[in-house]
């Protein structure tokens, strides 16, 4: 019987490396999509702020003092930061990212009726999702980084604030944004794995079930992404107790957990949504519609 020569038949590349080619390939799509202008302008939105109150700042318009909880307070620049990032970042921007990217990871490939290639080449359908996931982390990474950077110098210094001092919160923020985006990822990479309308599913999870659920006495609030962040909120941003008083305010005196318990959910979420989504993928037949 004859025999192939030796190198005729190309080995299939591991899985890791078919991750890392995917990735390759997507990063620069992402980078340049319509989608991420639209995201782009999503978290300018917190520039714009910083903009306007370092302005109303410089004609003394500006008031950063108030009364919280029956005593006098200054909110001063690190404070505001931190604010702006749980309030603009992490409760809007972050899952808005997560829902448009995530959701898209294969759910654009469907309706762009390019699944079929990816999916004939020699590379596993679970590496194709991470490879497209990995990609959206960079791709969502580089777009919030020059917004809470350009955040963080126009707002830090008003009313006496010192960008060295509170440098070490900015990199605990940024490390909260991380977190944020890659579960959220995961989560809606699931999503747009397993429903036929991802986009429609997302948008209901982030403005109707996460909003409401938070609220609701019980144990439904631990099946919220935002149950989770909101525990992590107060170990990121500066610890005194000017956040700690506006902090009580904003979440309603809900009792939110420990950084530990925060840290194993949203890692059992992470690890969750992406393990389910390349099982989904992996045994899903994706059929295009014409």
């Known amino acids: ?26 990063l620069g799509q992402m980078l340049w999509s319509r ?10 939105g917190p520039v714009a702020v910083a903009v306007l109150l370092r302005a ?45 990217y995530g959701t898209a990871l294969i759910a654009d490939e469907v309706e762009d009726k390019t699944i079929t290639y990816l999916f004939t080449r020699p590379v596993s359908r679970g590496a194709v999702l991470v490879g497209k996931y990995l990609a959206y982390l960079g791709c969502t990474g580089l777009v919030v980084l020059p917004s ?32 944020g985006l890659a579960v959220y990822g995961a989560l809606f990479a699931l999503v747009g794995a397993w429903f036929k309308r991802p986009l429609l599913t997302g948008l209901v999870f982030i403005f109707l079930w996460e909003p409401i659920i938070v609220f609701v006495p019980g144990y439904m ?43 194993i959910g949203l890692g059992v979420i992470l690890a969750g949504g992406l393990s389910l989504a390349i099982w989904l993928v992996e045994r899903r037949e994706y059929v295009l519609e014409q």
């Open 1 to 26: 019987m004859p025999t192939l020569p030796t190198g005729s038949i190309a080995a299939s590349p591991s899985f890791f490396r078919s991750a890392l080619r995917i990735y390759d390939l997507s």
């Open 35 to 44: 989608r991420t202008v639209f995201m782009a302008l999503i978290v300018g």
């Open 56 to 100: 109303l700042v410089a004609m003394d318009l500006f008031m950063a003092q108030g009364v919280i909880n029956g005593r006098p307070v200054t909110v001063d620049g690190p404070v505001i930061f931190g604010l702006m990032i749980w309030g603009f970042y992490l409760q809007f921007s972050v899952p808005l990212l997560g829902m448009f």
């Open 148 to 179: 809470v950077m350009l955040v963080f110098f126009l707002v830090v210094p008003l009313e006496g604030g010192s960008i060295g001092t509170s440098f070490p919160d900015l990199v605990k923020d940024l490390a909260l944004l991380a977190v």
């Open 221 to 263: 609030k631990r099946f919220t992404v935002s149950y989770y962040i909101q525990g992590l909120v107060p170990h990121a941003m500066p610890q005194d107790g000017v956040v700690t008083s506006i902090l009580t305010i904003l979440q309603a005196n809900e009792v939110v957990p420990s950084a530990a318990a925060s840290l």
